[in-house]
Nanobody, 124 residues
Framework: QVQLVESGGGLVQPGGSLKLSCTAS????????MDWYRQVPGKERELVAR??????????RYADSVKGRFAIARESADNTGYLEMNNLKPEDTAVYYC???????????????WGQGTQVTVSS
């Protein structure tokens, strides 16, 4: 089985920074893409950032609302992804979820996996 475990959420003042981490464990063979989504109560989950295998600049995309403030990265060696969030705003407050498309050592297709979510609150 595969698990995605997130960490790094918390309470921060407007203008502050946080760094989220997401580590995939279990029988991971390959990760095609890692994404970060966020969700607030009453709204749909939205894609914040995505990074595809290889991690070249062309393989990364961001929601317009976070461009220039957030940065996504991957460490393939330890199956970990990161979301560095700078100049945080109150409207960034949400539960942030890690998502990955993973091929397991026993599978034949990339499947979707989700983390449990981590709360980010931006407030003075």
């Amino acid at each position: 089985q595969v698990q995605l475990v997130e960490s790094g959420g918390g309470l921060v003042q407007p203008g502050g920074s946080l760094k989220l981490s997401c580590t995939a464990s279990g029988n991971v063979y390959s990760i095609f893409a890692m994404d970060w989504y966020r969700q607030v109560p009453g709204k749909e989950r939205e894609l914040v950032a995505r990074i595809v295998q290889g991690g070249s600049p062309s393989s990364i995309r961001y929601a317009d609302s976070v461009k220039g403030r957030f940065a996504i990265a991957r460490e393939s060696a330890d199956n970990t992804g990161y979301l560095e969030m700078n100049n945080l705003k109150p409207e960034d407050t949400a539960v942030y979820y890690c998502h990955a498309e993973i091929l397991t050592t026993t599978g034949s297709n990339y499947d979707d996996y989700w983390g449990q979510g981590t709360q980010v609150t931006v407030s003075s």
